[in-house]
């Protein structure tokens, strides 16, 4: 076409263009209160001569309410005919109102990037982008990356995370477009202090459930140092032992069904002091997401609970540090940029105080108990990051976590007894030693490369060491000097020396490919490798050693490999629904037999409305490493043991329902159900210890669970509070345990009921509370005692204990309050700090750990006696607890 | 460290070691006490029963045997004997006992016990089929002297062969003797001495899922092994023997066959006794077929097989 012919189609079709766009724009001032669509059309004709053509037959009975003031013709026309299959078009100079002509397809393009934080490049997790003119969005993935598919033309994006100033940015979008979106803090005032309260404790995307970080540092603390265990512990569903000890239970899971990572690296033993402080530094969490029933397909090898932890990645920007000192613990951390915003360190580090006050007062407190010795207990942890942005679309990080704990407790003890007894007189001296050591080391190290393939496809590869080692030691000595009748001496002593260790080695691949809005397919592939090594190095007990030998044991070690692949697909379909459905395959070999696994995974949600949403889920999960427990309380002895044989993987199906309701403006409930039914659960059998051979002692049963789990939210400017309560009951059968017959799992509660509030009373001061009430543990308490004597074999007659059915008996209830307060101090040197004090459990609740039976030897009216009581062992009183922060 | 943190930290220490343990109020009702009966029987054996009360399992060690129970023996409903007490020394265990019943295996027989003041008790049981020992052999795998002059350690295998009945559950309680005949003088006498009499005891070290030490002595096993198959059980027994050991010694086998009764009863026992004590460790429960009370009424079969023991 040449330029004149351009220009005489110009001049004719312009002209009509223009026409046609002054009488779209001409402004409507009208209220339509229940006036029919015809009726309406006909008065925007009389009264705005709008040059509307339409065939009356063709129009739907349709009521409009609404009020038009200084709208645009076309605007009015737009609401008029939305959701009636019409459309208007501008035809010979009239507005020709007709039947939507179908349209082809747009050509989708696709926004993708990372949610980061501009202060520090942080990639931010599970953060929204929200188009509001597409009503469409999606949340950034656990590497700060999104994707979403869009028709091309001019959009404006939100994107918003909690704690983070509100974005909105507008865009052209032509071809794929790959974006950084930089979110500035919005919560913080300073870096010490968190003042504005508008944010949940705990946010939920489909059934996981994100822990906020900022949010968890203001809850009372123990000892000064706040810890991300304690609020995963006010989840619904979600037990622990007295003080956090023996780890936590979910659903009626045991503590080892639980896969804890940190930065995608498993970590076998997430406590430090037998659970009273977890691994887990403060200082360093980035997010924490917590899944107990709608499980992806990515995830395997736990039944119960995911607790997906990532660590900040260092501030590529500028230099950043911290010291935290309180009375239990004291921990430092610095990060900064290598080079400013393309690489980033982190280092943090955290060791107890608690030898400082426990060695001369142990010292003491043995002294005034008839003994000498002193106690010691310690741990550290020592985190490290290193990242490199390689590209705009690849990075790579390091990961590192080392920890370790160290307990010591020795003691001797010297009485001396003289009695008459039938007409002589006894007199003998009673010498009694002990030295108990126990340190377990934690190493979690990962190297993680992300690679944005394709704007809609992203690739995550992870390698991952682990490693446990734990040692024990325990020495005892018993020595009767008789001076009278005769001058004898009889010595008992017990040595023993264990030693365990679990060391793995891995690899996986994902891949995660935007298809649709809000549509995601995922698959990927792991293989790992397992060294499992328990063993008791030596063992002597009073029997051998009378006859002056020794037991040394060698329990083999197991090598196996597992490998696992899975592919999941997040599907929404109408307009309410999303289908998750996915299949983890799991195998596992050992000694030669390899077992393997089909994990289906299914997941149905339905969105009500913008706050309100149900749930329905029914996943399998298989485990093939078992964590067996000699005690009474989780140790860290407790042995992980691979699958075998002997000791097939365990495995759980779980169905599930559940609703998420707004009930206000700020305030939302959560309520949901399970039903978990467990298979090949492996236990140690009855008076077994961890001494023993686990190969030769174990037994393998079923369990089941069920219950309602209820959780309520308010969050605000000044005031957070969460509630949660769990109706609950947890069943497990053992052929060799209670003769076979079912009984409560320790962790049958029936009743959990936590709080937890936070209450902003100014710019300079947070104060918090927490209270929790659980029915007691189920546990098995003397009922009565008698006498066996064997009929046919010679022997002298023993006491035996009845203790009813197994766990037929409860412990108290256990109910705790703990309060904490934050103060903003003023800054000192230009460096930012502050002071923490809290209270733990303020009433001073002696919930008990354990009960056991403590005998005394006693003279009583001459006669040596052996005195009796069942004595519960508490662990921690009423505690103050201070800690001071500086940053800079 | 400032004062204030320093008092602080004295006051969480102080509390925490205040914390350790205290006596517990659970509030748990005290039982009335219950008949315990321990009654085991053979064929070819009689019966003999105990019969005490429980007691507070915080109570001192004394046991209360009552003399004034009333023990009737059962087949069906028929009553087969009363059993009376038994003229025992001081300072034994007093003991009911029958004076005609001889027990049939496989036959089921119902314990009866009453006495003032307590809930009556019963329980029912009955003696398995004998399973025999095949084979019975002391070998002689290794001699080395020991540190006590003139004496040698020496290492035997005991081993003892028998056909486990199949398509049944099977229990056993296998014991070890050595008798040993009193040395012979110069000219060929003996010294006239009774034979000295020792049995195997097993540590708990050996405890697996099928196999328990006895306190008393001997292994109580499971089939679940060897089930329906023949078994040769191998005990490796270090022996201290005098170097110029003349005495003929004999290793003497016994085999019962279990009524799971018993099994169940004494393995729970046994691993109760042998649980190590340690601070946190589960506590072992107890099996009873006594309704209304505790112990055990259990019958088994016995076989006896002697082999020599190689010097």
Redesign the interface.
């Known amino acids: 076409m040449n330029r004149k012919c351009l220009f005489f189609l110009l001049a004719a079709v312009l002209p009509i263009a223009l026409h046609s766009q002054a009488i779209l724009d001409r402004r409507i001032d009208e209220v339509f209160n229940h006036v029919a669509l015809e009726a309406a059309l006909y008065r925007l004709i009389d009264k705005y001569e709008a040059p509307l053509v339409f065939s009356n037959d063709a129009l739907p009975s349709k009521d409009i309410y609404v009020s038009f003031r200084s709208t645009p013709l076309r605007e009015v026309l737009q609401y008029l005919l939305q959701d009636t299959g019409l459309e208007f078009a501008w035809v010979q100079d009239r507005i020709l109102i007709r039947r939507n002509a179908p349209k082809p397809a747009p050509v989708m393009r696709t926004i993708s990037g990372y949610l980061e934080d501009a202060a520090t490049g942080e990639r931010l997790v599970s953060g929204t982008v929200w188009i509001p003119a597409l009503q469409t969005g999606t949340v950034s993935n656990d590497f700060g990356f999104f994707s979403l598919p869009v028709p091309p033309g001019i959009l404006t994006l939100e994107a918003a995370f909690i704690g983070y100033q509100h974005q909105v940015l507008p865009f052209e979008v032509r071809k794929d477009t790959f974006v950084q979106i930089r979110l500035e803090r919005s919560l913080v005032l300073d870096e010490v202090l968190v003042t504005d309260l508008d944010s949940s404790l705990f946010s939920k995307d489909h059934g996981a459930i994100y822990l906020n970080p900022l949010q968890n540092a203001y809850l009372p603390q123990l000892?000064g140092t706040s810890d991300l265990l304690r609020t995963v512990h006010l989840l619904p569903g979600v037990q622990t032992g007295a003080d956090g000890v023996g780890g936590f239970f979910v659903r009626g899971g045991n503590a080892g069904h639980n896969l804890v990572l940190i930065d995608g690296a498993p970590v076998y033993n997430y406590q430090h002091a037998g659970g009273i402080w977890s691994v887990f530094n403060p200082e360093t969490v980035k997010s924490a997401k917590f899944l107990r029933s709608e499980f992806p397909a990515r995830y395997g090898g736990r039944l119960s609970s995911v607790l997906d932890v990532r660590n900040r990645d260092g501030n590529d920007q500028a230099l950043q540090a911290s010291a935290d000192i309180g009375?239990?613990v004291f921990s430092a951390h610095a990060e900064g940029p290598l080079v400013k915003g393309k690489s980033a360190f982190l280092v943090a580090y955290r060791r107890s105080l608690l030898n400082?006050?426990?060695r001369p007062?142990?010292r003491d407190?043995k002294a005034s108990n008839g003994e000498t010795g002193e106690s010691q207990y310690q741990f550290y942890d020592l985190n490290a990051k290193l990242r490199w942005t390689l590209s705009e679309r690849d990075q790579l990080a390091a990961s590192f976590y080392s920890g370790r704990d160290v307990f010591d407790n020795t003691g001797t003890r010297t009485d001396t007894f003289n009695f008459r007894e039938a007409g002589r007189q006894y007199s003998f001296n009673l010498f009694q030693g002990y030295r108990e050591e126990l340190d377990w080391r934690n190493t979690a190290q990962s190297l993680r490369w992300t690679r944005v393939l394709h704007p809609r496809l992203f690739m995550h590869t992870l390698a991952t060491f682990s490693r446990l080692r734990v040692h024990a030691g325990i020495s005892t000595r018993d020595t009767l000097f008789f001076f009278q009748p005769q001058a004898a001496v009889i010595a008992n002593w017990r040595l023993g020396e264990y030693l365990s260790q679990i060391q793995d080695l891995g690899f996986r691949t994902d891949l995660e490919w935007s298809v649709e809005k809000g549509g995601t397919l995922r698959a990927g592939l792991s293989v790992n490798r397992h060294l499992f090594q328990p063993g008791v190095l030596a063992?002597d007990?009073e029997?051998?050693a009378a006859s002056g030998t020794a037991?040394a044991l060698d329990f083999r070690d197991f090598r196996a490999w597992s490998a696992s692949a899975f592919a999941e697909r997040e599907r929404p379909f109408g307009r309410d629904w999303r289908l998750d459905y996915g299949m983890h395959l799991s195998s596992w070999q050992v000694d030669g037999k390899t077992f393997g696994a089909l994990e289906p995974r299914l997941a149905l949600y339905r969105q009500m409305s913008a706050r309100s949403q149900l749930r329905f889920s029914l996943t399998r999960m298989v485990q093939y490493q078992h964590l067996l427990s000699?005690?009474?309380?989780g140790?860290p002895t407790d042995l992980w043991a691979p699958a075998t044989a002997k000791a097939p993987p365990a495995s759980v199906w779980q169905a599930s329902a559940g609703m998420d309701i707004g009930l206000g403006p700020r305030i939302s409930a959560s309520l949901d159900s399970y039903y978990k039914a467990f298979s090949r659960l492996a236990a140690?059998?009855?008076?077994?210890?961890f001494?023993?051979?686990w190969e030769?002692?174990?037994?393998v049963g079923e369990g089941a669970a069920y219950g309602w789990d209820l959780l309520l939210t308010k969050s605000g400017e000044r005031l957070s509070a969460w509630t949660s309560y769990s109706l609950s009951w947890a069943w497990r059968q053992f052929p060799?345990?209670?003769?076979g017959e079912a009984f409560p799992f320790k962790f049958d509660r029936r009743h959990d009921l936590k709080l937890a509030v936070l209450y902003n009373a100014g710019k300079r001061i947070v104060f918090s509370g927490t209270w929790g009430y659980a029915t007691g543990l189920a546990v098995?308490?003397?009922?009565?005692?008698?006498?066996?004597?064997?009929?046919?074999?010679?022997?002298g007659?023993?006491?035996?204990?009845?203790?009813?059915?197994?766990n037929s008996?409860r412990?108290?209830a256990h109910h705790r309050l703990d309060l904490g307060m934050s103060i903003r101090l003023d800054p000192l040197w230009g460096l930012q700090q502050s002071l923490r004090l809290g209270v733990y459990n303020v009433y001073n609740r002696?919930n008990?750990l354990?009960?056991?039976?403590?005998s005394d030897l006693a003279i009583e009216n001459g006669r040596l006696?052996?005195r009796?009581?069942?004595?519960?062992?508490?662990?921690?009183?009423?505690?103050?607890?201070?800690s001071y922060a500086l940053r800079w | 460290m400032g004062p204030g943190l320093r008092i602080f930290g004295w006051v969480f220490i102080l509390l925490l070691l205040w914390s350790c343990e205290q006596a517990a109020d659970l509030g748990l009702d005290t039982p009335e006490p219950r008949l315990v009966v321990i009654g085991v029987f053979a064929p070819e054996e009689g019966l003999k029963v105990e019969v005490s009360s429980t007691r507070s399992a915080l109570a001192d060690a004394t046991t209360t045997y009552l003399l004034n129970a009333r023990v009737e023996l059962f087949q069906g409903n028929a009553l087969i004997e009363r059993l009376e007490p038994a003229d025992v020394q001081a300072g034994r265990t007093p003991f009911y006992i029958s004076k005609n019943f001889r027990p049939i295996a496989g036959t089921e027989y119902v314990l009866k016990v009453q006495a003032p003041g307590f809930k009556p008790v019963e329980a029912q049981s009955a003696a398995p089929v004998l399973v025999r020992l095949n084979t019975a052999e002391a070998a002689l795998v290794g001699r080395k002297p020991s540190e006590e002059s003139g004496m040698d350690d020496c290492t035997y295998e005991f081993r003892i062969g028998f056909q486990d009945p199949a398509q049944q559950k099977n229990y056993y309680h296998a014991h070890f003797y050595l008798f040993t005949q009193p040395e012979t003088g110069n000219n060929g006498n003996t010294s006239g001495g009774q034979p000295e009499v020792r049995r195997v005891i097993f540590g708990n070290g050996l405890n697996t899922n099928y196999q328990i030490a006895h306190y008393d002595g001997g292994l109580l096993l499971d089939d679940q092994p060897f089930g329906g198959k023949y078994h040769t059980l191998r005990i490796p027994v270090t022996l201290r023997m005098r170097n110029d050991q003349q005495a003929p010694t004999t290793m003497v086998a016994e085999l019962r066959s279990l009524s799971p009764e018993y099994f169940q009863f004494y393995s729970a026992v046994n691993r109760q006794r042998g649980n190590p004590g340690l601070p946190f460790a589960e506590p072992v429960i107890l099996f009873s077929n006594v309704k209304n009370g505790a112990g055990v009424f259990a019958g088994y079969h016995a076989h006896f097989l002697g082999a020599a023991v190689q010097y």
């Not at chain 1, 000699?630 to 309380?633: K, N, P």
């Not at chain 1, 140690?684 to 210890?689: C, L, M, P, R």
């Not at chain 1, 060799?736 to 003769?739: E, M, P, S, V």
């Not at chain 1, 009796?868 to 201070?882: A, D, E, I, T």
């Open positions: 000892g009375l239990s400082w006050f426990l007062y142990s407190y063992f007990d029997d051998e037991i000699g005690a009474d309380v140790l140690y059998s009855e008076g077994v210890s001494l023993d051979d030769r002692n174990i037994t060799l345990i209670n003769q098995s308490l003397p009922v009565d005692a008698f006498t066996v004597t064997f009929n046919g074999v010679p022997g007659p023993v006491t035996v204990i009845d203790f009813g059915p197994k008996s412990l108290p002696r008990p354990y009960f056991k039976i403590k006696v052996e009796k009581s069942l004595v519960g062992v508490q662990l921690l009183p009423v505690l103050p607890s201070l």
